[in-house]
């Protein structure tokens, strides 16, 4: 939990005050997200006994610091956040949705999952030509806890990012931050060109990225984990969360994969101790949610943006390996991909949902389907 918390909450408030949340909107976001998952997490460990792993949907993050400033409505973003969670729910209540969510081409879906992660994980670069002096410890510290222990790689990063932007910063940030963190009711705003380029692409890739491989997860280690309890929980308490500024919460696939493991326990009906417990650390975490806005909001965004690049290496790898694992499919992902990156916006609406648009279009014209013909297009696949 620790180790998740720390590699991820920059990204989620540098994601949230690029959608448009102020200072104590993006505090309260994440405070909000650690009580949802926290609680989530307390309530399944005790309802089913099975190490059910919940976190804040990472890959969401990521979309909203490539939205950009182009959606910079914090209260219209919040109305998508309620449309993602309300559309989670959806797939619990009917099983038909699901089932569509899963009909997503794997290449498309990662694909799109690797334009939205692309330029998050060009940051490094460009923090270390316009901020070398801060940008290359943290670099170092990462490089060399890759290679001593690669779990701990990034929340050490995390560590050093904070002891230079507080000491870069001076002693003016405590002074005039909001250290105790608070919920910041938003009243939404329900924009149908934000939901259709925020909503749906947060929806998918949530699914995609975090829903669909927990379950999977959870199934490799023995455990027939209830799809309808847990869509429906974590919509719900996305839903809520989103009036306070959380993006969205979801079944975790990196973390089950720690939880469900001999790792938590060598007894498998012991397991579910680790997520309760995990829980109770959440709810204590979000205590430092104003403590951690307060640096990010000391520190130049490219910094901060940076250190989230790093976290997101890994899964930016297993996108691109995802994407292009099909021959067949690879024309298609990299269409998808290439205009997913390229962050452009058309009539109000992100490049996340045109480079879903994209590939599906390249799917039916190239011939869906005929993926499993052999030769279909040679070694340069469609």
Known sequence: SIAGFATSFALVIAGLQTVGASDAQASSGLLILCVTVGITSIVFALLYRIPISIAWSTPGAALLVAAGQSHANFAAAVGAFIVCGALIVLCGLWPALGRLMTSIPKPIASAMLAGILFPICLAP????????????????VWLIMLRLAPRWAVPAAMLVAAIVIAVSAGGDWVHTAQLAPQLSFVLPVFDPVVIVSLGLPLFIVTMAGQNVPGFVVMSTFGYATPPRPVLVGTGVASVGGALFGGHAINLAAITAAIMASPEADPDKSRRWIATLSAGFLYLLLGLGAGVATALVAASPPILIIAVAGLAVVGALITSITGAL?????????????????????????????????????????LGWGRHDEEGAAGDGGY
């Open 125 to 140: 670069v460009t923090a270390m030509i316009d901020f070398p002096l801060l940008a290359l410890p943290i670099i170092l």
């Open 325 to 365: 694992e099909d021959p067949p499919y690879r024309i298609t992902a990299i269409a998808t991909f290439l205009v997913t990156a390229s962050g452009f916006t058309l009539i109000g609406i992100g490049s996340a949902f045109w480079g879903l648009l994209v590939g599906a279009v390249f799917m039916l014209w």
